[in-house]
């Protein structure tokens, strides 16, 4: 709607089983953002810089997940936390 890009980002669940092969959802406004930072960190590639989001296909994280209502899409599954491991770096 303001005209900045952002990058949305679809996250597969892979367990507990009853909820494997669901769908999260979460967006970033810029990749270099502290948020966008904790997800590089609970995925295990803490301090990496991603410049293509297509590097990011494969890795995996912990996170819990809550339920969104969205005018466009209806009531969806988004990540309300990641879980970045103890030690590393999460950024500022």
Known sequence: ???NLFV????TVVGPP???????????????S?????????????????KDTADM??????????MEDSERFGERN???LYI???GAFAGK
Not at 18 to 32: C, G, H, M, T, W
Not at 34 to 50: D, L, M, Q, Y
Not at 60 to 66: I, K, Q
């Open 1 to 3: 709607k303001n005209g």
């Open 8 to 11: 949305g980002i679809a996250w």
């Open 18 to 32: 009853e909820y494997v092969n669901r769908k999260a959802f979460d967006n970033y406004i810029r990749l270099d």
């Open 34 to 50: 502290a948020k966008f930072r904790k997800v590089v960190a609970a995925c295990g590639h803490s301090g990496e810089t991603v």
């Open 57 to 66: 296909i494969g890795w995996e994280c912990d996170a819990m997940l809550g």
């Open 78 to 80: 988004t990540v309300a």
């Open 84 to 86: 970045v491991p103890q």
